[in-house]
């Protein structure tokens, strides 16, 4: 097996559709009128509001089987602090045939390592029960002021 990891590109699109769409239906009961119009909204997302992340992808050949986002995130500048930005690492997601072998390890190596080239002073995962470990791992830390207020489900 010959993994690269690597930024994704508008022609990835359709396989990062396909990627998301294997992670939801891993976790949760399918949704909408199935994958071609999942696959025609997350084109129209890219278009629109894909500008503001940064998308690494691993391929194993012509195949592509894991992902992860980082989004960049300005944040409201503080004497002293002019440039706050910061990174969220979201929807990160190996295929089961090829997790265990270090591949989200290294696609959060690569997401980390664009959010520091991007001049972010701190990079956050909103993460689900079974990676808490992973990111602990990684160097992350519980941070008890993060508080969400969720307004629609």
Known sequence: MSVEI???????????AALR????AERHEPVGNGF???ERGFARWWTEKGTRFR??????????????????VNRV???GDLDRDHGDIQSMYVAPQHRGMGL?????????GLATEAGCSRVEVH?????VSFYE?????????????????
């Open 127 to 131: 993460s689900g029960r079974r990676a």
């Open 104 to 112: 989200g390890a290294e696609l959060l190596r690569t997401l980390i």
């Open 21 to 24: 769409w294997q992670w939801h």
């Open 137 to 153: 791992k990684a160097g992350f830390e519980h941070f008890p002021q993060l508080m969400n207020h969720h307004l629609a489900d």
């Open 6 to 16: 690597r930024e994704a590109s508008e022609a990835d699109v359709r396989a990062l």
């Open 77 to 79: 500048p503080s004497p």
């Open 36 to 38: 071609a119009d999942f």
């Open 55 to 72: 998308v690494v992808l691993a391929s194993d050949g012509a195949e592509v089987v894991g992902m992860g986002f980082l989004a960049l």
